[in-house]
């Protein structure tokens, strides 16, 4: 099995910054395209920013500039710094991985429980 933990969400004020860091763990022989989604209350899921094993970025219009995805392989770890927060930035965010298991075939795609990100004054 393969686990991915969120952390680092909370309260912010507009134009401040948050850090998100996902760790994955568990039976992981490499991690491929790993990623950041959030959803908003009444919204769909949405694609924040994603990176491929090689470096590659991937950001929504609306975050770009703002916001810088990394990762660590090392840690088998991707962050999301997230700088000049706005309100409509509020939203749970999730982490995904398309991971190759362990003595495992092909990629299989697999989620974070979310963490709650609030930007209000």
């Known amino acids: 099995q393969v686990q991915l933990v969120e952390s680092g969400g909370g309260l912010v004020q507009p134009g401040g910054s948050l850090r998100l860091s996902c760790a994955a763990s568990?039976?992981?022989?490499?991690?491929?395209?790993m990623g950041w989604y959030r959803q908003a209350p009444g919204n769909q899921r949405e694609l924040v920013a994603n990176i491929n094993s090689g470096g590659f970025t991937k950001y929504a219009d609306s975050v770009k500039g703002r916001f810088t995805i990394s990762r660590d392989n090392a840690k088998n770890t991707v962050y999301l710094q997230m700088n000049s927060l706005k309100p409509e930035d509020t939203a749970v965010y999730y982490c995904?991985?398309?991971?190759?298991?362990?003595?495992?075939?092909?990629?299989?795609?697999?989620w974070g429980q979310g963490t709650q990100v609030t930007v209000s004054s």
């Open positions: 568990g039976s992981i022989f490499s991690l491929n395209d």
């Open positions: 995904n991985a398309r991971v190759r298991r362990t003595g495992g075939s092909g990629l299989d795609l697999y």
